[in-house]
């Protein structure tokens, strides 16, 4: 059986990975990737889609091929979406292997809890949280073109989402990639393999009323406040600056409207998409663990910080009116912990 790789745009991706979920082989199987366009989200999704598949099915072999050697297979290639599939596809370069100018970020695979023990190992006994925060650093210079308040913002966005996977995913591994485009807009993905919104919410008591389903969870999870770690009576008492408050998806989500971008949040058999408009899709995937898109326009970033503090407040106004939600940010919520 034969089954084609769409051009890999956000909304085909997750496309594609619905369709290939509801599938049932017996047959090898193999993909066709004829992908004329390709962009960081719809790749890695589509990556994560097909490995998740091969699991399912891992007695079947499988192949991939390309009989036309197109400019988005080119990049894919490029970036290390093939071998990010398997080691075993004789077909452009390795995960992380091909850094080398200011422009894009390849496939890569992040490891968190082996950056916290690097951090330590050169003699900073920083907590995870700041470790995070030095490799989302890191990460934003590749993109930030030597533009202080892009590396600002792209910092604190990198590193809210990577504080997600941390603190709730229940696995301390993520897949990233991302890319600066001509016209000045960036793009960033993270997606990690681990329980899901869902699950991760309803594990609070408190939250199982009203979070039943995968869209639920979605729509709850970019509201301010929101967070598996609510509890009315403690009410984030802890005197530690790095305690969840449910506000990182709310913020990057708003942020990205803010900056005439777009933002995508894909959970289990759900994903949402917020226009550049503020106008909002919701719609039917497959994944297992969480999706995030983030894409911005770099030309009207010229204070980070008061477009960080704007959108909190804004949040916490919002959080009043939230039964269950943190009322205020998280310090690191409202800004980054260590200067760049």
Known sequence: MRYEIPKLETLESLNFAKKLNELQINNPFTFSANMKWVRPFGMLFAAIAIKQFRRKYEHIPFSIECNTITDGISYAAHMGFFKSISERINIGKMPGEAFGNDNYIPISELDLNQIHKKEIENGKPLIIGNAIENESSRLAKILGRDNKELNILLTYLIREMLRNISEHSGCNKAWFCGQYWSDGMAEIAIIDEGIGIKNS????????????????????????????????????????????????????????????????????????????????????????????????????????????????????????????????????????????
């Open 201 to 340: 919410l309803q594990k609070n008591d408190i939250h199982r009323n009203y979070v039943e389903t995968d869209k639920d969870a979605l729509e709850y999870s970019i509201k301010a406040g929101i967070s598996k770690a609510f509890h009315p009576a403690i009410k984030n008492k802890s005197n530690n600056p790095w305690d969840n408050s449910g506000f990182g998806l709310y913020m990057a989500s708003e942020i990205c409207k803010e900056l005439d971008g777009s933002f995508c949040l894909a959970t289990g058999s759900k994903y949402i998409y917020i226009y550049n408009n503020g106008k909002t899709r919701i719609s039917d995937t497959s994944l297992q663990g969480t999706a995030v898109k983030i894409t911005i326009s770099t030309n009207e970033i010229f204070n980070s910080q008061a477009i960080i503090s704007k959108i909190a407040k804004q949040g916490e106004e919002q959080a009043k009116a939230i039964r269950f939600a943190f009322k205020e940010a998280s310090v690191p919520s409202k800004g980054l912990i260590i200067g760049l």
